[in-house]
């Protein structure tokens, strides 16, 4: 299934808005253990295991194109949004896990909740050449690197 992408000039406000909540979430774990010294790693890696899932990814070049893949398991279409800029890809969306009254559960590893990547390309791609497929879980992109002149232009 085709997917639809948004393009944008850049990434940093999507990544802001997710690095404000992992931070409230890492302060509110510093002050539950009494605001001691020396966690603050811990906290911040707990604080982002709990806030977001990090779907895994690969990126793969060939023939000056790029391939991006997401294993995103359980997650519809609807609930994906996939924005790229020159630079980068970001992947965000929410899944819903839940166990049924009554379950007993003895092992859960699905995530539930928002996710949310950022791939960096390793050169500047061409945004009006990206396309995306989406199918059984996994996320396709394909990003054809841009030419020597459009990457080396500046926009002042």
């Given at each position: ?9 850049s990434?940093?406000d999507?990544i802001?808005t997710v ?9 509110e774990?510093?002050?539950?253990r009494?605001g001691?010294l ?5 906290d911040?890696?707990?604080a982002?295991?709990e ?5 895994p ?5 060939k ?6 893949e ?5 997650i519809?279409?609807k609930?994906?949004?996939v924005?790229v800029t ?6 965000q969306g929410?899944g819903?896990?839940r166990?049924?009254?009554?379950e ?7 995530r539930?909740?928002?996710l949310?990547?950022?791939?960096e ?8 050449r ?10 396709r ?8 002149a ?7």
């Amino acid at each position: 299934m085709k997917l639809k992408l948004q393009t944008r000039e850049s990434v940093i406000d999507a990544i802001e808005t997710v690095r404000h909540q992992v931070a409230e979430r890492a302060f509110e774990l510093f002050k539950r253990r009494g605001g001691a010294l020396g966690r603050a790693l811990d906290d911040w890696l707990t604080a982002e295991r709990e806030t977001v899932w990090k779907p895994p990814v690969e990126v793969v070049e060939k023939d000056g194109e790029f391939l991006i893949e997401a294993a995103l398991a359980g997650i519809a279409p609807k609930d994906l949004d996939v924005q790229v800029t020159p630079n980068a890809l970001v992947i965000q969306g929410s899944g819903a896990h839940r166990h049924r009254p009554g379950e007993v559960v003895h092992t859960c590893e699905f995530r539930p909740g928002a996710l949310f990547r950022a791939v960096e390309f390793p050169r500047r791609i061409d945004t009006d050449r990206v396309r995306a497929d989406y199918q059984n879980g996994l996320l396709r992109v394909w990003a054809r690197e841009a030419d020597d002149a459009e990457s080396r232009r500046v926009k002042v």
